[in-house]
């Protein structure tokens, strides 16, 4: 089955600075891949998205980007802001189904 | 406005005694699923439905029940709490697998004792 792996489990920058979060995937057939943010006692929310047939996906200051051959996709986070502290969560598409990243716990430092 | 509701939001209960999360979607969603958080473990699925009368098992599925009669509810069945049940529970859902991810509801603090 699909796994899904994020790296780093915890990270810290400074206000300002820029954030790279990276996941990578086994099952080539996934086509869609959905990042999530977690505020703490909130519930996961849908931040950007991406699909297979695309490579860079940008909403603001966010963006995705993917590499189907090497099977990894990023969410880049520049300009980070206190409000931006919070576990980010990536996932892939498995048959009609989703797989979820075990989390990154982002911290922005003012 | 387009939601997914839980109930209860928080719950105590007796190990052994069975209780009922409900979960309803007013987004006419397809795919329906819920899972379990806990801390260092991010977020493990337990059942998942994909239309009426369709569910399987997820990752997690072990002392759980669900059903899908109607496409808008899927209750999260526990026919015998333990304390290792003790979690945060979410519902989502999500209109297909071309759609755009799931949708959560707020969540569902357990506590078996």
Known sequence: GENVEQHPSTLSVQEGDSAVIKCTYSDSASNYFPWYKQELGKRPQLIIDIRSNVGEKKDQRIAVTLNKTAKHFSLHITETQPEDSAVYFCAASYGQNFVFGPGTRLSVLP | ?113
């Open chain 2, 1 to 113: 406005e387009a939601q997914v509701t839980q109930n209860p939001r928080y719950l105590i209960t007796v190990t052994g005694k069975k209780l009922t999360v409900t979960c309803s979607q007013n987004m006419n969603h397809e795919y329906m699923s819920w899972y379990r958080q806990d801390p260092g473990l991010g977020l493990r699925q337990i059942y998942y439905s994909m239309n009426v009368e369709v569910t399987d098992k997820g990752d997690v599925p072990e002392g759980y029940k669900v059903s899908r009669k109607e496409k808008r509810n899927f209750p999260l069945i526990l026919e015998s709490p333990s304390p290792n049940q003790t979690s945060l529970y979410f519902c989502a859902s999500s209109l297909s697998r071309q759609g755009r991810g799931y949708t959560f509801g707020s969540g569902t603090r357990l506590t078996v004792v």
